[in-house]
């Protein structure tokens, strides 16, 4: 709970310095097909989702367990879709300061503590905390993962139709 809470204040806070940036940001974003816009409420929803997990949790809450466990699939999600981005830009980056290989290493690494993460909290004594001891695992999961599909699937049509029209 501390963890999500320190790090959704710190994701908060981030979010500011973006926003004063955003200019400079803008055509560096815009050449690997991501709108600023969408990159700064991409940041408030999981500084909030960060936060209210974390308060969820502390109060274990079963909207706690859920949110906190969302946030996992989503990290997820969204490392597994950097992944894809780094492979498609790979002969991009090869001239940087960092390789593919680096951004390959980095998303990989967060994959794996994320989905480790996710297993704890399905964990029996994790799951009962929550007062979730009914729970059916496979249906969470399943919830969870369509999602998390239908937020990605939904931010890739936002992205391209931003990017076809200028914005």
Same mark, same amino acid.
């Given at each position: 709970?501390?963890?999500?809470?320190?790090?959704?204040?710190?994701?908060?806070?981030?979010?500011?310095?973006?926003?004063?940036?955003?200019?400079?940001?803008?055509?560096?974003?815009?050449? =690997?097909? +991501?709108?600023?816009?969408? #990159?700064?409420?991409?940041?408030? $929803?999981?500084?909030?989702?960060?936060?209210?997990? @974390?308060?969820?949790?502390?109060?274990?809450?079963?909207?706690?367990?859920?949110?906190?466990?969302?946030?996992?699939?989503?990290?997820?999600?969204?490392?597994?879709?950097?992944?894809?981005?780094?492979?498609?830009?790979?002969?991009?980056?090869?001239?940087?300061?960092?390789?593919?290989?680096?951004?390959?290493?980095?998303?990989? =690494?967060? +994959?794996?503590?994320?989905? #480790?993460?996710?297993?704890?909290? $399905?964990?029996?004594?994790?799951?009962?905390?929550? @007062?979730?001891?009914?729970?059916?695992?496979?249906?969470?999961?399943?919830?969870?993962?369509?999602?998390?599909?239908?937020?990605?699937?939904?931010?890739?049509?936002?992205?391209?139709?931003?990017?076809?029209?200028?914005?």
């Amino acid at each position: 709970a501390a963890l999500h809470l320190v790090g959704g204040g710190l994701l908060f806070g981030v979010q500011f310095l973006m926003f004063a940036n955003l200019e400079a940001m803008e055509e560096s974003l815009r050449s =690997i097909g +991501i709108p600023p816009v969408l #990159l700064i409420v991409g940041v408030m $929803f999981l500084a909030i989702l960060a936060i209210a997990s @974390g308060v969820g949790m502390w109060l274990g809450t079963k909207w706690g367990w859920w949110l906190a466990s969302f946030y996992y699939v989503y990290s997820i999600f969204r490392n597994g879709s950097a992944l894809f981005t780094v492979i498609a830009m790979a002969d991009q980056l090869e001239g940087g300061s960092r390789g593919p290989e680096y951004y390959l290493f980095k998303h990989g =690494i967060r +994959i794996v503590v994320h989905f #480790l993460l996710l297993l704890y909290f $399905f964990k029996g004594n994790v799951i009962e905390y929550f @007062g979730l001891a009914t729970l059916s695992k496979g249906k969470a999961v399943g919830i969870l993962v369509g999602i998390c599909s239908a937020i990605t699937l939904a931010m890739s049509v936002i992205g391209l139709v931003s990017n076809s029209s200028g914005t």
